[in-house]
């Protein structure tokens, strides 16, 4: 008999699950609370259970779909990547880091997960696209790589988590029903709120309307990188199918159905959407939609002739964007190894844009 994935149990199945060995229903309620613990990381671990229920559920549930084949650190342990071994074999990455609060800004710990084992979508510049899909997470494997990040988190004496970024391997609109299945738990059970949930699409035309009807609203990040039609079938194929004046279009209905602001996210690429062009598109359609701007400096990946602008080009870049809402990840010098290719989370500094289009100096964050 296969195992039910504790995560995402609906209650009732762990109702029945665990009054089918005798015990009473409040035990369910118990062992749903107690998976969300991040030092509880075996059935075993659950001590409100009587241990012999405990040996009997392990039997019947599966404590986590994910396992914890490596971990590397980086900003001096504040940041934490995990390699994540799924049942069949096929590994996901997902990254957890740590803000500490400053003035100003409440302390966060941000999860980064993968929804998809590769990606089909085959944006040129990124490592996961490369690998093409393999298949999609399911939920509780998405669900499960968040409480592997909070247990980590936890060993360091970081933590709790309070933000979950749909940003890992893959297109989480592609993988509609494991995104939608994984964010009413992550809700519901982890306590996280939508609104600090962000969903990052490549551009799933028909997938966003959709989403701004299910009544839970994540923020929704639109992975831009180019302002015309012409330059954005190269970067992300899957304009081609649901050009920008949809894309637009559906990201602002998005933005009226739920009243959450919409964030643009630019993959800067020295000499590809690096232009005063592009800025200005960039510039153009973000006011339109009143679009947050998050501009990220491409990493170079193996064999790829694609890298960063030099700083003059990226401040020229930046200069057009003047009096926009716009937030700088400097990944420059991460290591060759993060989630999606691009984000690159994992040694991320953040600068602001001065009003004159020069950067502040550079600052540890781990904020998306
Ligand atoms: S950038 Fe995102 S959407 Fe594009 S190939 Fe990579 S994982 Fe897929």
Redesign the pocket.
């Known amino acids: 008999m296969s195992q039910i994935p504790v995560s995402t149990a609906a209650a009732e199945t762990l109702t029945d699950v665990v009054t089918g060995h005798g015990a009473s229903a409040f035990r369910a309620a118990q062992l749903r609370r107690a998976v969300w613990q991040p030092f509880v990381v075996t059935m075993d671990d659950i001590h409100q259970l009587p241990a012999g229920l405990r040996g009997a559920l392990a039997n019947e549930l599966q404590f986590s779909t994910v396992t914890v084949a490596a971990e590397t650190e980086a900003d001096a342990g504040r940041t934490v990547k995990l390699l994540c071994r799924l049942d069949d074999g096929q590994t996901v990455e997902t990254v957890a880091m740590e803000t500490p609060a400053r003035e100003g800004s409440r302390r966060r710990a941000t999860v980064c997960v993968s929804s998809?084992v590769g990606?089909?979508?085959?944006?040129p510049?990124?490592?996961?696209?490369?690998m093409g899909l393999l298949r999609s997470c399911t939920a509780a494997e998405v669900v499960d790589q968040v409480r592997a990040a909070s247990g980590a988190l936890h060993r360091r004496g970081l933590g709790p988590v309070t933000h979950v970024v749909y940003?890992?391997?893959?297109?989480p609109l592609a993988a509609y029903d494991t995104t939608i299945a994984s964010l009413r738990v992550l809700v519901a059970d982890a306590g996280i709120s939508a609104r600090r949930i962000t969903v990052?699409?490549?551009g799933v035309v028909p997938a966003i309307h959709r989403l701004a009807q299910e009544g839970i609203a994540p923020t929704l990040a639109i992975?831009l990188h180019a302002s015309s039609d012409e330059l954005r079938d190269r970067l992300?194929p899957?304009n081609r199918a649901h050009p920008l004046a949809s894309l637009i279009e559906a990201g602002m209905g998005y933005a009226r159905q739920t009243g959450r602001r919409l964030t643009f996210e630019w993959?800067l690429i020295g000499g590809v959407n690096d232009s005063m062009e592009q800025a200005r598109g960039l510039r153009d359609l973000a006011a339109r939609a009143h679009a947050h701007v998050n501009v990220i400096p491409m990493n170079h990946i193996d064999d790829s002739p694609w890298g960063p602008p030099d700083r003059r080009a990226e401040r020229a870049f930046l200069g057009q964007l003047d009096g926009m809402v716009v937030t700088v990840r400097d990944t420059r010098g991460a290591d060759g190894e993060a989630a999606?290719?691009?984000l690159r989370a994992a040694l991320e500094q953040r600068r602001s844009l001065r009003p004159d289009g020069t950067l502040s100096p550079p600052r540890r964050a781990a904020a998306v």
């Open positions: 998809q990606c089909a979508v085959g944006c510049f990124c490592a996961t696209g490369r940003m890992g391997m893959g297109e990052s699409t490549s992975s992300v899957l993959c999606c290719g691009q």
